[in-house]
Structures are given as structure tokens and as C-alpha cells.
């Protein structure tokens, strides 16, 4: 199970303070998917930014995320999401 154990009471007990103080909680879900992503957006996770496939930038879209996708000298992920802005996606309310 995610966040299980010591380490998952403490980011929960983190995840907690930073909403009670007005903060958003920004999300790094690397091949996240399913319910593990899930878990990650029941925290309030507002965003992230390591989608680099168009089905992981759609599932995250779908779960109330912001997606940023990273365009550098390193980081080349326009050219494997740039179909999304082809498709017509439906965000379930």
C-alpha cells in the first residue's frame, strides 16, 4: 500500500500542516499511474510536472492536476505529448 509506515505518517503529517497553513502541495509523480496517482491527488496535489506521455498528461488532467511539461536541453517532452493538443479531453466534474 502507498505511504505505509513511518515515512507515510510523516509526509501525510507534512502534507497536512502545509494545507492548514494556505499552502499548495506540488506534486513529482514520476510513472505514477492508477491508484498510487490517486493517492497523490487525495493529498490536494495541485500539479505536476514528470508526465511524458500523452496518456500520463490526460490522467493527471482528468485527476484535477496542472500539468507543466518540461521543454530544455535536457528535459524533451513536447515532442512525445504534442498530440494532446489534437485531442478534445473530457475532465469528469
Not at 45 to 54: A, Y
Not at 56 to 74: A, D
Request: charged share 30%.
Amino acid at each position: 500500500m502507498f505511504l505505509e509506515g513511518r515515512q507515510g505518517q510523516r509526509v501525510r503529517e507534512l502534507a497536512s500542516i502545509a494545507l492548514d497553513h494556505g499552502k499548495r502541495l506540488e506534486g513529482h509523480t514520476p510513472s505514477a499511474t492508477g491508484r498510487k496517482l490517486q493517492a497523490f491527488a487525495c493529498f490536494d496535489i495541485s500539479s505536476c510536472h514528470e508526465p511524458i506521455t500523452e496518456d500520463e498528461v490526460i490522467e493527471r488532467l482528468r485527476l484535477g492536476y496542472w500539468v507543466m511539461i518540461r521543454e530544455g536541453s535536457v528535459s524533451k517532452e513536447l515532442t512525445t505529448i504534442k498530440g494532446i493538443l489534437n485531442k478534445r479531453v473530457i475532465l469528469e466534474d
